[in-house]
RNA sequence: GGACGCUUAGCUCAGUUGGUUAGAGCACCUGCUUCACACGCAGGGGGUCCGCGGUUCGAGUCCGCGAGCGUCCA
């Protein structure tokens, strides 16, 4: 055993442990029939990734689970990867190119994605690095990216499969279009936010009444060109004989367009009359299907207004072009007024700029297993932690919409549908999307792909991370699932991620999950996973989202230089509650640093208290102590840290991991730092006493290193192999966790019988001490340890005193503690153990020392007279139980003790 | 408009099924380089638990109404 340092330096230490750990390959997750399974798939982070505060949290969680259960004894599996993140991968390497002044186009297909591969070889592999420095204790021989070849099959295979099973269609529809990215998204990937804009009051003139106007609002003034009707509802009065007249529309090309009646407008919403641009519009396109309009779209894939605008506007970008159209229907008198007006805008999530309702054919997919992905959820079969997002999920589910699947980019998952060359794509309808001459659908391709055409689109990055699961356990290929262990790993144990991606990614894996994984067998088989742990967003300071635009995010590697890996795991555990926001504040990390020290030196001084004994078991310890030379202190320690492994436990099954790691710390730090080693400096004087103290110290602190293990890997490695709790060549990780009644079991075969009294006698020497502290502090004696201590005290609290009387002394900094029958005026405190008076009679301030006491008198009153009340309350003494009746009396009558013993201590200071 | 969450010490937050005098970390004040740790020790100050009403012997906790903040869905 060599000599600990004086401060926990964690640089060095955590580079040898992972180096170690990865040699050894200790993270690799081992098919075992005999063990229970316990899996985590990781939620892959984007390629374009780099570390955030989220990750931090998200990622540490994960490995505290999965360390826990390889402490439990579990064949435990935490699976790593990287989603190619399609839009957002492809931008990053757009705006590279961008700086050479270069487009995708300027590359063509190919060119372009040998670039993007090339960018991820270079970059990609960036935060899995990251997460390492963080302790990740990920197998990283399964490492998985979302287009390696078998997982790229495994999309394709599901693609095919449900085209033929007829979940997917293609069909040309209303879609949000992102003028940036230029591809459609799905529902889910456009943000609303309430805007403030501009609403034109615009009129048009009826071609048969000059001088006669219908009047609308519209926030798009551009798309004006693009309209093919006014509509009113057709019971509103103030139409009534209008409908079937034309209107002129009032900018672009000149043309006459019809009064139309439909139900679906609002005669509440302006003067009653919409115009109708079925192009630019979900409800305006709907209207047009149902009486026929054409459609007439306006803006280029860009967002740049077209020749259809008119020449007034075409070429100009659509907000440019908004400017433009209102000024030209202000010369010309149309544009009636601007007023302000709040709405509700969409974004483009990833680009952050107002998306486009467009028309246009795209590929779509009803979601199989709807039904039975809510049972699973709502039949307790994946369990939701906290429980309320379940609702969320639920409400989703029950107002589910068909899925946007292709997106116009070329890096992802390139759609394996091919069409018979010279076929025109516009005009293919649903039937000949299922004939075989017409449309070929396979992972293969077709045989003579030169008759053939590959479809453009590629999948929707979700599209393939909904299959995350199984499809990086080496589905569908049979012989790869059998070597990666799918039958045992699968489902997966525990999820852990954000809420934010609850209907992105949760939703659609349980659905995927349930439609591909054991066909035919019962739900709970084929769900894939069991446990959804949902963590809080971490904002900063003053509550907003972290965000690389707003910079308010701190760089997790600097925390890690700062406060160690350790440090700043247990930090950011410790400030995150089940399922709330987090408010990050560093000085919570630099606590997770500071515990990290101190548990660094309660070894360091176990290591210099004496010689180690036979440390390498329970068992081995247990053998070292003599039950019968036990005192209360011993007997305490022993309960508390049997209870705080109870309380640790039962967090674990709750998801309560914060709570988790605050019992550990105040267990840890309160009961054994602060006491019981304070405690055994006395003890350890004593041969009679020290062998056993020390075994006691090595048994908490083994158990305190293998239950802090998981939260803090790194320290609590070092210190298991400094004090020689495991074998060597073994891990702490080697090691298992006794649950609270093994141990108490397995020490009561050693003779060890918890008194459990002993604890409130533990209760009533720190309050001896604690109060004598304070006296000496309000005397300005704190320093001073050369006091001695005059207690009057019954038969029965003497006893208790003497037994302790060393280590009692030492603790309240006394020379000495002594029994007396009777004192005088000195100032004094009224312990649960007697009156402990301080022995500086000549010193004695009367008037102060009565101003004191009448304080603590006054305050004391004030509680009996509440508890004299309660008890005096007949309901309360024949309604209330009978433990809670008991417990009133019994502070009563201590109460009015100490009121007597504080009354005569005033009197006696005259 | 609907759903959900939050409101407790100066700050950030715990508080499990209702039950002694509501806790922690940080910050603050006082003292201490005491033979593990100043990344520490000891002592201390600080709270009408958002408001109103209800249920109950008893409410921070349960119910209702309201206010403010936040998130998601429309």
């Known amino acids: 055993m060599s000599e600990i340092t004086k401060s926990y330096e964690p640089g060095d230490v955590e580079k040898k442990w992972y180096a170690s750990w990865l040699a050894a390959g200790a993270f690799a997750g081992r098919v075992d029939a005999g063990r229970d399974p316990y899996t985590i798939v990781i939620p892959p982070p984007n390629v374009t990734g780099v570390l955030t505060m989220g990750h931090v949290l998200n990622n540490t969680l994960q490995d505290v689970l999965i360390r826990?259960?390889?402490?439990?004894?579990?064949?435990?599996?935490?699976?790593?990867?990287?989603?190619?993140?399609?839009?957002?991968?492809?931008t990053v390497v757009e705006r590279e190119l961008r700086k050479q002044k270069k487009t995708r186009h300027d590359f063509g297909r190919e060119k372009f994605l040998e670039k993007v591969w090339e960018w991820r070889h270079e970059k990609g592999g960036i935060i899995l690095e990251q997460l390492r420095r963080l302790g990740a204790s990920c197998d990283w021989d399964r490492t998985q990216f979302t287009m390696d070849p078998h997982y790229s099959r495994a999309v394709l295979t599901v693609f095919v499969d449900l085209f033929r099973k007829g979940h997917i269609y293609r069909g040309k529809r209303m879609v949000n279009w992102c003028p940036v990215s230029q591809t459609a998204l799905s529902d889910e990937e456009v943000i609303m936010k309430p805007v403030s804009s501009t609403i034109y009051r615009v009129r048009y003139e009826r071609v048969d009444a000059p001088g006669v106007f219908v009047e609308v609002k519209t926030t798009r003034p551009e798309t004006i060109p693009g309209d093919v009707a006014i509509a009113v509802h057709p019971e509103d009065p103030r139409y009534a004989g209008w409908v079937g007249k034309k209107v002129r529309r009032p900018l672009g090309p000149v043309a006459e367009i019809p009064i139309i009646a439909d139900a679906a407008v609002d005669r509440e919403f302006g003067t009653g009359a919409l115009k109708i641009t079925p192009a630019h519009d979900k409800t305006d396109f709907e209207i047009g299907l149902r009486h026929k309009l054409p459609v007439i779209d306006v803006l280029r894939a860009d967002g740049v207004l077209n020749e259809l605008a008119g020449s007034d506007l075409a070429g100009m970008e659509r907000f440019a072009g908004r400017k433009r159209a209102a000024?030209?229907?202000?010369?010309?008198?149309?544009?009636?007024?601007?007023?302000?007006?709040?709405?509700?805008?969409?974004?483009?999530?990833?680009?952050?700029?107002?998306?486009?309702?467009?028309?246009?054919?795209?590929?779509?997919?009803?979601?199989?297993?709807?039904?039975?992905?809510?049972?699973?959820?709502?039949?307790?079969?994946?369990?939701?932690?906290?429980?309320?997002?379940?609702?969320?999920?639920?409400?989703?589910?029950?107002?589910?919409q068909d899925w946007c699947i292709s997106r116009q980019l070329w890096w992802g998952h390139r759609i394996p549908v091919w069409y018979r060359k010279g076929l025109d794509r516009e005009s293919l309808t649903e039937q000949d999307l299922r004939d075989p001459t017409k449309v070929h659908v396979s992972f293969e391709g077709p045989a003579d792909p030169e008759n053939w055409t590959q479809e453009d689109d590629v999948l929707d990055?979700?599209?393939?991370?909904?299959?995350?699961?199984?499809?990086?356990?080496?589905?569908?290929?049979?012989?790869?699932?059998?070597?990666?262990?799918?039958?045992?790993?699968?489902?997966?144990?525990?999820?852990?991620?954000?809420?934010?991606?609850?209907?992105?990614?949760?939703?659609?894996?349980?659905?995927?999950?349930?439609?591909?994984?054991?066909?035919?067998?019962?739900i709970e088989r084929r769900i894939p996973f069991r446990?959804?742990?949902?963590?809080?967003?971490?904002?900063?300071?003053?509550?907003?989202?972290?965000?690389?635009?707003?910079?308010?995010?701190?760089?997790?590697?600097?925390?890690?230089?700062?406060?160690?890996?350790?440090?700043?795991?247990?930090?950011?555990?410790?400030?995150?509650?089940?399922?709330?926001?987090?408010?990050?504040?560093?000085?919570?990390?630099?606590?997770?640093?500071?515990?990290?020290?101190?548990?660094?030196?309660?070894?360091?001084?176990?290591?210099?208290?004496?010689?180690?004994?036979?440390?390498?078991?329970?068992?081995?310890?247990?053998?070292?102590?003599?039950?019968?030379?036990?005192?209360?202190?011993?007997?305490?320690i022993l309960d508390r840290m049997l209870a705080t492994s109870r309380e640790v436990a039962r967090c674990f099954a709750e998801f309560?991991?914060?709570?988790?790691?605050?019992?550990?710390?105040?267990?840890?730090?309160?009961?054994?730092?602060?006491?019981?080693?304070?405690?055994?400096?006395?003890?350890?004087?004593?041969?009679?006493?020290?062998?056993?103290?020390?075994?006691?110290?090595?048994?908490?602190?083994?158990?305190?290193?293998?239950?802090?293990?998981?939260?803090?890997?790194?320290?609590?490695?070092?210190?298991?192999?400094?004090?020689?709790?495991?074998?060597?060549?073994?891990?702490?990780e080697d090691a298992r966790i006794e649950d609270s009644s093994q141990l108490a079991s397995v020490a009561q075969v050693k003779g060890v019988v918890i008194d459990r009294a002993a604890v409130a006698t533990v209760e009533r020497l720190k309050q001896f001490v604690s109060q004598v502290r304070a006296l000496k502090a309000d005397h300005n004696l704190a320093s001073r340890r050369d006091v001695t201590f005059l207690v009057t005290a019954t038969d029965a609290d003497w006893t208790v005193i003497s037994a302790n009387l060393a280590k009692l002394a030492r603790m309240a900094g006394a020379a000495k503690v002594e029994r007396r029958e009777k004192v005088d005026a000195a100032p004094a405190v009224v312990t649960p153990l007697g009156t402990a008076y301080l022995d500086l009679a000549s010193a004695v301030d009367a008037g102060a020392e009565k101003v004191r006491l009448s304080k603590e008198l006054e305050q004391l009153a004030k509680h009996i007279a509440g508890t004299e009340a309660r008890l005096a309350n007949e309901a309360f003494v024949s309604k209330a139980p009978p433990a809670v009746l008991e417990g009133a009396r019994r502070q009563l009558a201590d109460q009015q003790a100490k009121r007597t013993e504080l009354e005569r201590l005033l009197k006696a200071l005259g």
């Open 68 to 90: 826990r259960a390889r402490l439990e004894g579990r064949s435990a599996m935490w699976l790593p990867g990287t989603d190619h993140a399609g839009i957002a991968t492809q």
């Open 461 to 522: 990055t979700w599209a393939s991370s909904w299959l995350w699961p199984f499809a990086t356990l080496g589905w569908p290929d049979r012989e790869a699932q059998a070597k990666q262990g799918l039958d045992h790993f699968y489902p997966t144990t525990t999820l852990v991620t954000g809420p934010d991606i609850i209907f992105f990614w949760v939703a659609r894996m349980i659905m995927a999950g349930l439609e591909f994984m054991r066909p035919g067998e019962p």
């Open 531 to 636: 446990h959804v742990y949902f963590t809080g967003i971490i904002r900063d300071a003053q509550g907003r989202k972290m965000s690389k635009s707003l910079g308010n995010s701190p760089d997790p590697l600097d925390l890690i230089g700062k406060y160690g890996a350790d440090g700043l795991r247990l930090g950011i555990v410790s400030i995150a509650p089940q399922g709330q926001d987090i408010r990050f504040q560093e000085d919570r990390i630099e606590s997770g640093k500071n515990f990290c020290n101190k548990l660094w030196n309660a070894c360091r001084f176990r290591q210099m208290s004496g010689p180690a004994g036979d440390n390498s078991s329970v068992d081995a310890i247990l053998s070292r102590l003599e039950p019968a030379r036990f005192d209360a202190d011993d007997h305490a």
């Open 327 to 400: 000024e030209i229907l202000k010369a010309s008198g149309a544009l009636l007024a601007e007023e302000s007006h709040a709405n509700n805008v969409g974004y483009s999530e990833r680009a952050d700029v107002p998306i486009e309702p467009r028309l246009t054919w795209q590929w779509w997919l009803r979601y199989p297993r709807v039904e039975e992905a809510k049972a699973a959820v709502r039949d307790g079969h994946i369990r939701f932690h906290p429980e309320r997002w379940s609702k969320v999920y639920l409400h989703w589910l029950e107002n589910i």
């Open 656 to 732: 309560e991991f914060s709570a988790a790691a605050q019992a550990l710390y105040g267990f840890f730090w309160n009961d054994f730092c602060d006491w019981y080693v304070e405690v055994s400096k006395a003890k350890l004087q004593d041969p009679a006493t020290k062998g056993t103290c020390l075994a006691i110290q090595d048994l908490v602190l083994r158990q305190t290193l293998l239950q802090l293990h998981p939260f803090i890997p790194f320290i609590t490695e070092e210190l298991w192999a400094q004090l020689g709790y495991g074998a060597p060549g073994k891990f702490i």
